[in-house]
């Protein structure tokens, strides 16, 4: 292999600042100054010169954006500070509310609280971590603790810089922000699928988030992503004093901020943005479903502090949602997971906002009454960021006299089992426990990512063995043999083996998955993380009673009585059996730690310690069986204070909170 002299070291060096320089200006600033032909033409001398000297290949080369191979599975990231959600204000004085409490808890005078304003995008929210100024993970909001590492398919995305700007950069910077895609990419993007035969994505959002989250890098690099920022996580080497500041420093930095931030001294330019916002809103090349509105000082956002998962110093005022007006040309009857019938109005296909809609849910038979919906009616259709589209109301002066009532079906739609309203309940529900219908829904959540995980059992699939009476629950997966398979229609023997391989790897899940795979009603990914983390096995979590359950922070009497009744159907107790009798292996974790003084305690940190970092000492009070939180309440056990506190030593000393040093705390917890 030739060895590089100085020469080529120094000319791949300014190749890479000048095409990473060119990549700017084109994506992040919509303004290039070279052409696309020269453009390639310093890209070709790059690749040309790496492949002589692959030794000198760096990550933050931009040939390296889809270099990478397919994944396996994406590793799992835990944000070193919770990315947090938003409050939502849906009107005016909600957000007025919002300001009141703001003046209230930071208890300064009115002018000087400024907002800084900014769009709220549709899209997926992700963080990327930059280590001397190298872009080194990048992961999905995930829980908003732990999300997925997607590093591979983010460097695709050409506004997400490789190598920061600027001669003096951050040891460490977090940042965070929305990738999205925009309306007319979105558009290209299905009708290019429809032609493949490709499932179609129902939303922009859904069409990012979808990219994203691909296990090969190739696929993402395909779709047209862009990513703004709007904030950041943890900051090493640089101070901040603002979020103003903050983002604008990210500007500089290279990415990509929207244009339509504003610093606002009042609340009266707060609603002027909101108006200029929402007449803007059609013309954006984005969605985006309101507005987000930030307390801009640091101090106060830290004196503020959040409540559960959510800021106190900011709030999401989001848009009203977008109406259209059509006619519906049948109701039909839809049977879910659980059995639940669902009324939906079948429609004249109609844009809303940017998407088409050709069905529309009517929620339940009280629903259907109380707007009077009859078929054959003109009626306004409402789309709202992730709601499913809905009927809101009748346009009473289209009625010709031809429209028919619709009636809730005594028996099940799919299985002609009786259909029941529970007392007190809104919902009709089929009794049959062999519902062709509940099991398809059951099997396809069974196997979906984050439950067991079967790469490549699609709901076609999954309904044809079902139908076929190949499978009725599901245990009968891991019972599967070849010749089964091959029953299947456009079944060859390559595809059956990679099914049969899916369903084999899918015996060892984690606790976590096992448990949300169920499909307990009620417990979604994050609730199962609760209960795998409080009961270890899903024989003890079987053995809880409806009190035990509500002793778990987080497990309130409904989702209690839910997976009590999950663990007391006999129906249920044998799909356990067979799934164990199926080979899948039922992770038990460690047993409860046993009981230290920290145990069931919640813990906050302020201020810098010397013999820990945060995360250090976040991992040993949580393996110790205390709880971190991140502001201080009368809930807070104990408040360890560090080198240079801040609000939250002051809110423990206001509270009269148990506050510790360092040296206590390490006597506390034996380290
Ligand atoms: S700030 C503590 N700013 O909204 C503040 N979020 O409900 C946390 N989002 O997951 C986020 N645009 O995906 C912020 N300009 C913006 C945003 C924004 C969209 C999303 C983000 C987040 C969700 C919070």
Same mark, same amino acid.
């Given at each position: 292999? %030739? ?24 994506? +992040? ?32 080369? %931009? ?114 922000? /929305? ?140 848009? %009203?949602?977008?109406?259209? =007006? ?37 929620? =339940? ?7 009077? +919906? ?14 499913? %589209? ?51 829904? =059951? ?134 059996? *067979? ?14 730690? *046993? ?8 813990? +906050? ?16 009070? /949580? ?49």
């Amino acid at each position: 292999m %030739p060895k590089p002299d100085k020469k080529v070291i120094d000319r791949i060096q300014e190749l890479k600042e000048q095409i990473s320089y060119h990549n700017y200006l084109y994506y +992040v600033l919509d303004s290039p100054e070279i052409s696309d032909v020269e453009y390639d033409r310093l890209f070709d001398e790059l690749l040309e010169l790496e492949k002589k000297y692959p030794e000198l290949i760096t990550p933050d080369s %931009p040939t390296q954006r889809v270099g990478a191979t397919p994944l396996e599975e994406f590793k799992t990231v835990r944000h070193s500070l919770p990315m947090l959600s938003l409050n939502k204000s849906t009107s005016e004085p909600e957000f007025l509310d919002f300001h009141r409490r703001v003046l209230e808890l930071s208890g300064v005078e009115e002018k000087k609280i400024k907002y800084t304003v900014e769009p709220k995008f549709d899209g997926l929210a992700i963080e990327l971590v930059y280590r001397k100024g190298i872009f080194s993970i990048g992961s999905t909001r995930g829980d908003g603790v732990v999300g997925e590492d997607v590093t591979q398919n983010l460097k695709t995305i050409k506004t997400i810089p490789l190598k920061l700007l600027g001669k003096t950069l951050p040891e460490l910077l977090e940042v965070r922000g /929305e990738v999205i895609i925009n309306k007319d990419d979105f558009e290209k993007l299905n009708k290019q699928r429809e032609k493949m035969g490709e499932p179609l994505f129902a939303n922009p959002r859904n069409a990012a988030a979808g990219s994203v989250r691909q296990l090969d890098p190739k696929i993402t690099s395909s779709r047209p992503l862009n990513m703004f920022v709007y904030g950041t996580g943890r900051v090493e080497g640089k101070s901040l004093s603002n979020h103003w500041d903050s983002i604008h420093y990210l500007k500089e930095l290279g990415f990509k901020l929207s244009q339509w931030v504003e610093l606002c001294d009042n609340v009266d330019q707060v609603k002027s943005y909101y108006d200029k916002l929402l007449k803007l809103r059609s013309a954006l090349p984005y969605e985006i479903d309101g507005m987000v509105i930030k307390v801009n000082e640091f101090v106060l956002q830290e004196k503020l502090g959040e409540l559960s998962r959510s800021p106190r110093w900011a709030v999401a005022w989001k848009f %009203p949602a977008q109406q259209e =007006n059509t006619k519906i040309k049948d109701i039909i009857v839809s049977v879910g997971r659980t059995g639940a019938l669902t009324p939906v109005a079948i429609l004249e296909p109609v844009r809303v906002g940017g998407v088409e809609v050709s069905r529309a849910t009517l929620h =339940n038979e009280d629903e259907v009454k109380k707007k009077d +919906v009859r078929i054959g009616d003109t009626v306004v259709i409402q789309r709202a960021g992730d709601v499913i %589209p809905e009927v809101v109301s009748v346009v009473s002066s289209k009625r010709t006299g031809k429209e028919r009532k619709f009636l809730m079906p005594d028996k099940c739609p799919v299985c002609g089992s009786k259909v029941e309203r529970p007392e007190g309940e809104a919902i009709h529900r089929c009794t049959g426990i062999a519902c062709p219908a509940q099991i398809k829904e =059951n099997l396809a959540h069974f196997v979906s990512k984050g439950a067991m995980d079967m790469d490549g059992l699609g709901y076609k699939f999954l309904e044809q063995m079902v139908d076929k009476k190949i499978i009725q629950d599901q245990a009968d997966l891991y019972f599967l043999k070849k010749e089964d398979m091959m029953k299947m229609d456009r079944m060859g023997d390559k595809l059956a083996e990679n099914l049969l391989n899916a369903i084999d790897k899918s015996r060892n899940p984690s606790l976590i998955n096992l448990i949300y795979a169920l499909g307990i009603r009620n417990v979604g990914y994050h609730l199962a993380g609760v209960l795998a983390k409080n009961f270890k096995s899903i024989d003890n979590l079987a053995k809880q009673t409806v009190d035990d359950l509500t002793q778990v922070y987080e497990i309130g009497p409904i989702v209690a009585q839910s997976i009590y009744n999950f663990f007391h159907n006999p129906k249920n107790l044998k799909v356990l059996e *067979k799934l164990k009798k199926g080979g899948v292996k039922f992770p038990v974790e460690k047993a409860k730690i *046993k009981e230290t003084p920290l145990s069931g305690k919640t813990f +906050v940190l302020t201020g810098g310690l010397d013999s820990f970092t945060r995360e250090e000492a976040t991992k040993i009070i /949580e393996e110790m069986g205390g709880r971190i939180s991140s502001s201080v309440s009368k809930k807070t056990d104990f408040v360890v204070v560090g080198k240079y506190p801040g609000s939250k030593y002051d809110d423990a000393l206001r509270l009269g909170i148990k506050t510790m040093n360092e040296e206590e705390f390490k006597k506390m917890t034996g380290k």
